[in-house]
Nanobody
Framework: QVQLVESGGGLVQPGGSLRLSCAVS????????MGWYRQAPGKQRELVAG???????NYADSVKGRFTISRDNAKNMVYLQMNSLKPEDTAVYYC????????????WGQGTQVTVSS
């Protein structure tokens, strides 16, 4: 049973920081490339950061230099450190296996809401 539990979101002012966490169970996390996705109302879900099982990372241009993705394979956890937040970062953030995240039938957790507003 795949379980993806995101946490750490909240309301923050522009320029502020948040650290999101994702606890994964029911899958072989240690060999799974993981990603953080976000979805704003009326917009499609987009991949903002990815990390391979070995720790190599990639980022969407919109967040490069501001966000950092990391993982702890011993704890089955993936994190997203978000700095210099902007109002356009406002969205529900989800984690998932990158092999599944682009599929229309992918399983998604509840996500965690990030709101950037003054």
């Amino acid at each position: 049973q795949v379980q993806l539990v995101e946490s750490g979101g909240g309301l923050v002012q522009p320029g502020g920081s948040l650290r999101l966490s994702c606890a994964v169970s029911g899958m072989l996390f240690s060999i799974s490339p993981m990603g953080w996705y976000r979805q704003a109302p009326g917009k499609q879900r987009e991949l903002v950061a990815g990390i391979t099982s070995g720790g190599n990372t990639n980022y969407a241009d919109s967040v490069k230099g501001r966000f950092t993705i990391s993982r702890d394979n011993a704890k089955n956890m993936v994190y997203l450190q978000m700095n210099s937040l902007k109002p356009e970062d406002t969205a529900v953030y989800y984690c998932n296996d990158k092999r599944w995240g682009g599929r229309p039938d992918a399983y998604w957790g509840q996500g965690t809401q990030v709101t950037v507003s003054s």
